[in-house]
């Protein structure tokens, strides 16, 4: 065997080490993240005190849905549902137009203030969100809406994190396309529209992603800006859970249930999106 063939067996053997080194670190980062999720699905189905004494077990000698059957029949979860339902679909759908708009602006279009704008931007990011919130509550007080769905929903209709990310996607589209659609008569709106929007379904489904998660997940602001219990979501609810108000015991079973089936909507967007993610604008323009 010639020393040019042996270095090539070498680098290869090492090459598939390095693989297998790679999957089993991926492995191991994989059960990570999964275990306390499936801690969650397990004891969700345990009685109260399986659950306390053997909570880090996945295994249960007595399976149940009694935690699912209390929950639902002692609990206004389905009206928390329908609140988390409502404002999640509004703020998503709201978002993905109102940040997509916002975002063409900073990239495309040339106006006075432009890069202050854009300055101010990532300024507002900076802001840790808790600051925030004793100002949230006194707009929302008084523009009358606390207490509302509009309270709820119009201030998380737009978001600066979704604003630098479309508006950085939108620079990347390179400017013989929309130099192609207003030869042909387009104007600004509809080049924005028909033409790059379409192109940018990488970046809008990132948005979606995250204004869906964002919005279904959110806690803070609900609390400050409403307090009638017709406009619990599930976030307030399922905390209020805390307080054990369902049954005696650590109800572990039954805190656990909710928080299973609070994750099932954020499980099905991300599958059913994750891979649009991927998609890349390349191919757009013909030379």
Same mark, same amino acid.
């Given at each position: !065997?010639?020393?040019?063939?042996?270095?090539?067996?070498?680098? *290869?053997?090492?090459?598939?080490?390095?693989?297998?080194?790679?999957?089993?670190?991926?492995?191991?980062?994989?059960? !990570?993240? %999964?275990?306390?999720?499936?801690?969650?699905?397990?004891?969700?189905?345990?009685?109260?005190?399986?659950?306390?004494?053997?909570?880090?077990?996945?295994?249960?000698?007595?399976?149940?849905?009694?935690?699912?059957?209390?929950?639902?029949?002692?609990?206004? =979860?389905?009206?928390?549902?329908?609140?988390?339902?409502?404002?999640?679909?509004?703020?998503?759908?709201?978002?993905?137009?109102?940040?997509?708009?916002?975002?063409?602006?900073?990239?495309?279009?040339?106006?006075?203030?432009?890069?202050?704008?854009?300055?101010?931007?990532?300024?507002?990011?900076?802001?840790?969100?808790?600051?925030?919130?004793?100002?949230?509550?006194?707009?929302?007080?008084?523009?009358? %809406?606390?207490?509302?769905?509009?309270? !709820?929903?119009?201030?998380?209709?737009?978001?600066?994190?979704?604003?630098?990310? !479309?508006?950085?996607?939108?620079?990347?589209?390179?400017?013989?396309?929309?130099?192609?659609?207003?030869?042909?008569?387009?104007?600004?709106?509809?080049?924005?529209?028909?033409?790059?929007?379409?192109?940018?379904?990488?970046?809008?489904?990132?948005?979606?992603?995250?204004?869906?998660?964002?919005?279904?997940?959110?806690?803070?602001? =609900?609390?400050?800006?409403?307090?009638?219990?017709?406009?619990?979501?599930?976030?307030?609810?399922?905390?209020?859970?805390?307080?054990?108000?369902?049954?005696? *015991?650590?109800?572990?079973?039954?805190?656990?249930?909710?928080?299973?089936?609070?994750?099932?909507?954020?499980? %099905?967007?991300?599958?059913?999106?994750?891979?649009?993610?991927?998609?890349?604008?390349?191919?757009?323009?013909?030379?």
């Amino acid at each position: !065997m010639s020393n040019t063939e042996a270095a090539r067996r070498h680098a *290869g053997e090492s090459h598939g080490v390095g693989h297998v080194a790679t999957y089993v670190v991926l492995t191991l980062l994989a059960i !990570m993240y %999964i275990f306390p999720f499936l801690v969650e699905v397990a004891n969700s189905f345990k009685t109260d005190e399986e659950a306390t004494l053997a909570g880090m077990s996945l295994w249960s000698t007595n399976w149940t849905t009694a935690a699912y059957t209390t929950l639902f029949a002692n609990s206004d =979860f389905a009206l928390w549902t329908m609140n988390s339902v409502i404002v999640t679909v509004v703020v998503t759908t709201g978002r993905v137009f109102f940040v997509s708009l916002a975002g063409y602006s900073l990239a495309r279009l040339r106006f006075p203030g432009r890069q202050a704008v854009y300055l101010a931007l990532i300024a507002v990011m900076s802001v840790p969100a808790v600051v925030l919130l004793i100002p949230k509550f006194l707009v929302i007080k008084s523009l009358g %809406i606390y207490d509302s769905y509009a309270g !709820m929903i119009l201030p998380l209709l737009v978001d600066a994190a979704g604003v630098f990310i !479309m508006r950085n996607f939108f620079e990347s589209i390179p400017l013989a396309v929309e130099e192609a659609a207003r030869i042909d008569g387009a104007g600004t709106f509809r080049t924005f529209w028909s033409v790059v929007l379409p192109m940018s379904r990488p970046a809008l489904m990132t948005i979606i992603i995250l204004s869906f998660q964002g919005s279904w997940n959110e806690l803070n602001h =609900f609390i400050v800006s409403t307090q009638s219990p017709s406009l619990t979501t599930l976030t307030k609810g399922v905390a209020s859970l805390a307080s054990g108000q369902l049954s005696s *015991g650590n109800q572990y079973p039954i805190k656990l249930a909710a928080a299973a089936l609070m994750t099932i909507p954020v499980a %099905i967007i991300f599958f059913i999106f994750q891979k649009r993610i991927m998609n890349t604008s390349g191919g757009a323009v013909k030379e």
